[in-house]
């Protein structure tokens, strides 16, 4: 079970830290990643942890400005937002995740049934 956390209200401009608890065994043998929903847009990826060397990929709308961590001795996953925009206002969700490939070469699916994730609002 993955319990996401920490959304909330904010200006364009400021920063939330959201988390992801993970329930169960096998969190530290996962690759993580986060994946946001927009009102009216389909569920898109934001940014992916390999579990073993914590190599990190981000989509280029989220590049230098969300981080991805993740703490295997807690079984939690973590993404730092910074300088948020508008468009950043979404539904966030965390899930296992894996590449799959695409027209454009590669993209990202969860694989574990998702949470109710943590909603985001960014105000202008």
Known sequence: QLVESGGGLVQAGGSLRLS???????????????????????????????WNDGRTWQADSVKGR????????KNTLYLQMNSLLPEDSA?????????????????WRGLDAWGQGTLVTVSS
Do not use: H, L
Request: charged residues 20%; hydrophobic residues 35%.
């Open 20 to 50: 992801c608890a993970a329930s169960g065994r096998g969190f530290s043998t996962k690759t993580m990643a986060w994946f946001r929903q927009a009102p009216g847009k389909e569920r898109e990826f934001v940014a992916a942890i390999s």
């Open 66 to 73: 969300f981080t991805i961590s993740r703490d295997n001795g």
């Open 91 to 107: 539904v966030y969700y965390c899930n296992t995740a894996e590449t799959v490939a695409t027209v454009e070469g590669y993209g």
